[in-house]
């Protein structure tokens, strides 16, 4: 794994949100994710009657996840291809209190539905957070020089 790579999933694997949606659709809605590193996989709990579960219910569509949590020092539009899972062992899993929260009969409601993002690429800007830009701008300041905002790279998966 590269250092870009593990950088990425290191600190995604901290960030619990994100906006997600269609790449043909602008409309992108908050969504917590669940990270899969091995499998280069975002899952998702929503509901079946969403308007993301209904745009993918006939199979994958081609779909965007963007990310910006400056706690962590991660900015990242991630592409990829969104589709419905019945995976339950997956869901046993991920299963957890937030989850929980959306539906009156837990994971056994007919209403929950996986979603399963199989990541293609991802564009991703990684800084030291929000105490660095601090420091970096104080210090371009004080040297005349630009701030390190940190690596810009794209990732293939």
Do not use: C
Not at 49 to 68: E, K, Y
Not at 100 to 106: A, I, Q, T, V, Y
Not at 131 to 150: R, V, W
């Amino acid at each position: 794994m590269t250092d870009h790579n593990h950088q990425f999933w290191s600190r995604l694997d901290d960030i619990n949100s994100g906006m997600l949606g269609l790449t043909h659709d602008a409309r992108l809605v908050p969504m917590s994710h669940y990270t899969d590193r091995k499998a280069n996989v975002l899952w998702f709990i929503t509901a079946r009657d969403t308007d993301l579960a209904r745009s993918v219910a006939s199979g994958a569509q081609p779909a965007i996840h963007v990310v910006s949590d400056a706690g962590q020092g991660l900015y990242a539009r991630i592409h990829g291809q969104l589709s419905l899972s019945d995976n339950s062992v997956k869901l046993d899993e991920l299963w957890n209190a937030v989850a929980s929260s959306w539906f009156e009969d837990g994971k056994q409601d007919p209403d929950v539905q996986l979603l399963r993002f199989d990541l293609d690429e991802a564009e991703v800007w990684a800084t030291g957070g929000s105490l660095s830009f601090l420091y970096q701008i104080a210090k371009s300041k004080i040297t005349g020089d630009k701030p390190d905002m940190g690596d810009h790279y794209s990732l293939t998966f």
